[in-house]
Antibody, heavy 121, light 110 residues
Framework: QVQLVESGGGVVQTGGSLRLSCAAS????????MHWVRQAPGKGLEWVAV????????DYADSVKGRFTISRDNSKNTLFLQMNSLRPEDTAIYYC??????????????WGQGTLVTVSS | QSVLTQPPSVSAAPGRKVTISCSGS????????VSWYQHLPGAAPKLLIY???KRPSGIPDRFSGSKSGTSATLGITGLQTGDEADYYC???????????FGTGTKVTVL
């Protein structure tokens, strides 16, 4: 079955950096696009970034553009999110999610349990 | 704030039906597919409905989805205590060039 396991969260000061990882198993990782989605404390879900199966098409939410970088290593079935210049408003649980099979625009189907990122001021 | 508006909460007794609305515009719901997710605290969100009205395997037919114009609706029949969760709609917004989630609806079983 599909498994997505995030890691790399923690506490970081404003302006700092973190790199999140998402280990995928149970499906052909290299042929599916992947998302990062976050949920701030007491708030709803917010889409962060998406990558195509080969990393050639990438999109970001305006709130993280220029600060976050999504990437993937298909040889290791792993998705990454490099987060720089972190702000207190980036504090959230970060989820990786597999794209639904389909076209270039496809929403998530399977999700991981998330990893907590706390940015202290 | 989100471009997709949902009611903050809905409630009903066990066995009854609830519907959750998701209101958008022509740049999102009006011209793109909608998905619905169930999210329990501390758990991974779960896909309930994709492509407006399709259920993934393993999702009971108590859950249904529909879309009309710039609005979408999730229906839950035969409400169970295990259905208490937050529910989100989502779609692609062509104007924003971004995926968008609804504001979320908390379902309470009375």
């Amino acid at each position: 079955q599909v498994q997505l396991v995030e890691s790399g969260g923690g506490v970081v000061q404003t302006g700092g950096s973190l790199r999140l990882s998402c280990a995928a198993s149970g499906f052909a990782f290299s042929i599916y696009g992947m998302h990062w989605v976050r949920q701030a404390p007491g708030k709803g879900l917010e889409w962060v970034a998406v990558t195509s199966s080969d990393g050639s098409h990438i999109d970001y939410a305006d709130s993280v553009k220029g600060r976050f970088t999504i990437s993937r290593d298909n040889s290791k079935n792993t998705l990454f999110l490099q987060m720089n210049s972190l702000r207190p408003e980036d504090t959230a649980i970060y989820y990786c999610a597999k794209k639904t099979p389909g076209g270039l625009v496809a929403l998530p189907d399977y999700w991981g349990q998330g990893t907590l990122v706390t940015v202290s001021s | 704030q989100s471009v997709l508006t949902q009611p903050p909460s809905v409630s009903a007794a066990p066995g009854r039906k609830v519907t959750i609305s998701c209101s958008g515009s022509t740049s999102n719901i009006g011209n793109n597919y909608v998905s619905w997710y169930q999210h329990l605290p501390g758990a991974a969100p779960k896909l309930l409905i994709y492509d407006n009205d399709k259920r993934p395997s393993g999702i009971p037919d108590r859950f249904s989805g529909s879309k009309s114009g710039t609005s979408a609706t999730l229906g839950i029949t035969g409400l169970q205590t295990g259905d208490e969760a937050d529910y989100y709609c989502a779609t692609w917004d062509t104007s924003l060039s971004a995926y968008v989630f609804g504001t979320g609806t908390k379902v309470t079983v009375l």
